[in-house]
């Protein structure tokens, strides 16, 4: 069974950091992209960041550009969102999501993220 | 930016209704190699999101065929033929033809009138 699960969450100050991570298990992580996508509370979805299987491709949104950085460890399985400069808009659920050609085909149950003074 | 435009942001349905969603994006969603990379995703009441549709049309593994996705270009409808009480939630266009921004629309509830 696929199973994504994310940690590293919770309450920061603005301008601080924090390392969000994803745990994959039940297939082969070394064969898949990966993603962040956020939702802000009440809001809708936002991707936020993808990473190629090997990490050869790394993209990032325009609003965390410069301050997020994406990464993965395949021989942990893991992938993580090392956050930056953070920014009270920056307050989310954040999922982590198994990219397929199909699409996001397996999501995490999200990880919060509260940046707050 | 590709701009994804979602109507109606909610739709009120009786049970066996059939509902109707619009999602017009603000550029063709056609990439060069002829695919179409526009996905459907349904986030139910309190769960993470699933995946619905891919390729504008084609099902997801296990989603029922009262789901059907069609359009091209800059205009793309989802249809559920009748609506089930599991259907209820927020329902999200998704483009990722122009990588590496990859869009979200804003979102339709889609909820019991």
């Known amino acids: 069974e696929v199973q994504l699960v994310e940690s590293g969450g919770g309450l920061v100050q603005p301008g601080r950091s924090l390392k969000l991570s994803c745990l994959a298990s039940?297939?082969?992580?070394?064969?898949?992209?990966m993603n962040w996508i956020r939702q802000a509370p009440g809001k809708g979805l936002e991707w936020v960041a993808s990473?190629?299987?090997?990490?050869?491709?790394?993209y990032y949104a325009d609003t965390v550009k410069g301050r997020f950085t994406i990464s993965r460890d395949n021989a942990k399985n893991t992938l993580y969102l090392q956050m930056t400069s953070l920014r009270s808009e920056d307050t989310a659920l954040y999922y982590c999501?198994?990219?397929?050609?199909?699409?996001?085909?397996?999501w995490g149950q999200g990880v919060m993220v509260t940046v707050s003074s | 930016d590709v701009v994804l435009t979602q109507t109606p942001v909610s739709l009120s349905v009786t049970l066996g209704d059939q509902a109707s969603i619009s999602c017009r994006s603000s550029q063709s969603l056609e990439y060069s190699d002829g695919y179409t990379y526009l996905e459907w995703y349904l986030q139910k009441p309190g769960q993470s999101p699933q995946l619905l549709i891919y390729e504008v049309s084609n099902r997801f593994s296990g989603v029922p065929d009262r789901f059907i996705g069609s359009g091209s270009g800059t205009d793309f409808t989802l249809k559920i033929s009748r609506v089930e009480p599991e259907d209820l939630g927020v329902y999200y266009c998704f483009q990722a033809t122009h990588d590496p921004m990859y869009t979200f629309g804003a979102g339709t509830k889609l909820e019991l009138k």
């Open positions: 999501a198994r990219h397929h050609t199909m699409g996001f085909d397996y």
């Open positions: 039940g297939f082969t992580f070394s064969n898949y992209g």
């Open positions: 990473i190629s299987s090997s990490s050869s491709y790394i």
